[in-house]
C-alpha cells in the first residue's frame, strides 16, 4: 500500500508564492518520475511539470520561469515552489508518481488527494 500525501497549498495574492510538497510513504521499491497536475472546474487536466529519476524536469510553458519542481529522493519527496502566481493558476493540484512496490514488477501510477491552490487577484 502507497500513499501519497500532499500539503502547502492556500489562498494567496497575484505575484506571491507557495511551496507544494508530497510525501509517498509505504511500500516503495522504487521511485521513477514524478509530477504535478492541476485541474480547474471545468477545465482539462493539464501536466504542470516533471521530474525524471534521473533529475531531469519539465515545465509545462505557461509557468517556466516561474514554478520549479524538484525532488528529495531521501525523503521520498517532490516539491513544486510556485512563484509570481497569477490568477489563472487558480486550480487543485495534484502530484503523481510512478512507483515500483516490487523488483518483480513494473512500476504502478500513484495520485495524492489533491490541494487547492487560490490565486486572488
Known amino acids: 500500500q502507497v500513499q501519497l500525501v500532499e500539503s502547502g497549498g492556500g489562498l494567496v495574492q497575484s505575484g506571491g508564492s507557495l511551496r507544494l510538497s508530497c510525501a509517498a510513504s509505504?511500500?516503495?521499491?522504487?521511485?521513477?518520475?514524478m509530477a504535478w497536475y492541476r485541474q480547474d472546474p471545468g477545465k482539462q487536466r493539464e501536466l504542470v511539470a516533471l521530474?525524471?529519476?534521473?533529475?531531469?524536469?519539465n515545465h509545462v510553458d505557461s509557468v517556466k520561469g516561474r514554478f520549479t519542481i524538484s525532488r528529495d529522493n531521501a525523503k521520498n519527496t517532490v516539491y513544486l515552489q510556485m512563484n509570481s502566481l497569477k490568477p489563472e493558476d487558480t486550480a487543485v493540484y495534484y502530484c503523481?508518481?510512478?512507483?515500483?512496490?516490487?523488483?518483480?514488477?513494473?512500476?504502478?501510477?500513484?495520485w495524492g488527494q489533491g490541494t487547492q491552490v487560490t490565486v486572488s487577484s
Open positions: 503523481n508518481a510512478q512507483i515500483a512496490t516490487s523488483v518483480w514488477r513494473g512500476p504502478t501510477d500513484y
Open positions: 509505504g511500500s516503495i521499491f522504487n521511485i521513477y518520475a
Open positions: 521530474v525524471t529519476s534521473g533529475g531531469s524536469t
